[in-house]
């Protein structure tokens, strides 16, 4: 299994301003990533974070908006940019083991005034 | 591309009741499947998971689930539901080898009333 923590946990942020979500993980992971769940709404693939390598995105996801570091097998960051109140949503930060199961974080509750 | 349908946004049951929560899944290739539970405020946790070999599956807290390869369905049951079986229910798949790459179904809110 892996553990995954998640900070902040939620944060009441202004617009136009960016938020840095960290995310770290008890072991050592290829592959780390990052969902967007937008209120009452499913979970969106934003990205997926390699170390080593740039972020791949998914459609209707850019990097200036998302920027992603990934500087080793534990640790990700996911900042959002430039805020708006469309920004306002759950952040969660995922791992999959093979092909066993996916682990999730507990999420970060943005809320964008 | 695979897309995920989940055919009920809502369903109340009372306690004690069976309950079906279906799920629908699109895709040229292979599937691994799952479902995940979200209570109020809180992360996704993993009830049960399709991967291979046979076609029913039991998971946490009494809920199984049945892959139907011919319908292209993984509806979730649990024979006799809970107050605290109350939350979203959410089916995922992945044609990955790593399984963090989710496609997500829209959710179900199983709603349980006393």
């Known amino acids: 299994s892996a553990v995954i923590s998640q900070k902040p946990s939620r944060d009441i942020c202004q617009r136009g301003t960016s938020l840095t979500i960290q995310c770290q993980v008890d072991s050592q992971v290829t592959m780390m990533f990052w969902y967007r769940q937008q209120p009452g709404q499913s979970l969106t693939l934003i990205a997926t974070?390699?170390?080593?390598?740039?972020?791949?995105?998914e459609s209707g996801f850019v990097i200036d908006k998302f920027p992603i570091s990934r500087p080793n097998l534990t640790f990700s960051t996911l900042t959002v940019s430039n805020m708006s109140p469309e920004d306002s949503s759950i952040y969660l930060c995922s791992v999959g083991q093979g092909r066993s199961e996916a682990f999730f974080g507990q999420g970060t509750r943005l809320t964008v005034v | 591309a695979q897309s995920v349908t989940q055919l009920d946004s809502q369903v109340p049951v009372f306690e004690e009741a069976p309950v079906e929560l279906r799920c629908n899944y699109s895709?040229?290739?292979?599937?691994?499947l799952f479902w995940y539970v979200q209570y109020p405020n809180q992360g996704l946790q993993l009830l049960l998971k399709y991967l291979s070999g046979s076609t029913l599956v039991k998971g946490i807290n009494g809920f199984e689930a049945e892959f139907n390869k011919s319908q292209t369905s993984f509806h979730l049951r649990k024979p006799s539901v809970h107050i605290s079986d109350t939350a979203e229910y959410f089916c995922?798949?992945?044609?990955?080898?790593?399984?963090?790459?989710?496609?997500f179904g829209q959710g179900t809110t199983l709603q349980v009333k006393p």
């Open positions: 895709s040229s290739v292979s599937v691994y």
């Open positions: 974070a390699n170390q080593g390598s740039e972020a791949t995105y």
């Open positions: 995922a798949v992945t044609v990955s080898s790593n399984t963090g790459k989710l496609i």
